[in-house]
Nanobody, 124 residues
Framework: QVQLVESGGGVVQAGGSLRLSCAAS????????MGWFRRAPGKERENVAA?????DLADSVKNQFTIFRDNDKNTVYLQMNNLEPMDTAVYYC????????????????????WGQGTQVTVSS
C-alpha cells in the first residue's frame, strides 16, 4: 500500500513553467512504476508521462513535460515548461507495483494507487 500526495499546482501564465511533486509514503517507493495523468474539464483522463522503477521513460505526450524520480526522497516530479491554456487540468500521480525494473505504464487501468490531484491553471 502506498499513499500519494501531489503538490506544486497553481496558476501560471502561458509560456510559464511549473514543477509538480508527488510524495509517496512507505519504504518501497523503488518498487513502483509511476505515472502522471491529467483530466481537463469535459475531457477524459489522459497520461502525460510515465517512468519505470529504473528511470526508463515513456514517450511523453507533450515534449515540454519531463518526468523524473528521486527514490531517496520517495518522490516523482513532473517538470512542465512552456505551458499553454490547453494544459489547464487537474494533474494526478499514480503508482503501480511493477514486476520489472524497466516497465512503464501509460494506461490508467494499469495503476493501483492514485493521489488526490493538484489543479494547474494556465492563463492566456
Amino acid at each position: 500500500q502506498v499513499q500519494l500526495v501531489e503538490s506544486g499546482g497553481g496558476v501560471v501564465q502561458a509560456g510559464g513553467s511549473l514543477r509538480l511533486s508527488c510524495a509517496a509514503s512507505g519504504r518501497t517507493f523503488s518498487s513502483y512504476a509511476m505515472g502522471w495523468f491529467r483530466r481537463a474539464p469535459g475531457k477524459e483522463r489522459e497520461n502525460v508521462a510515465a517512468i519505470s522503477r529504473s528511470g526508463d521513460l515513456a514517450d511523453s505526450v507533450k515534449n515540454q513535460f519531463t518526468i523524473f524520480r528521486d527514490n531517496d526522497k520517495n518522490t516523482v516530479y513532473l517538470q512542465m515548461n512552456n505551458l499553454e491554456p490547453m494544459d489547464t487540468a487537474v494533474y494526478y500521480c499514480a503508482a503501480k507495483n511493477a514486476p520489472g525494473t524497466s516497465l512503464y505504464y501509460t494506461r490508467s487501468e494499469s495503476y493501483e494507487f492514485w493521489g488526490q490531484g493538484t489543479q494547474v491553471t494556465v492563463s492566456s
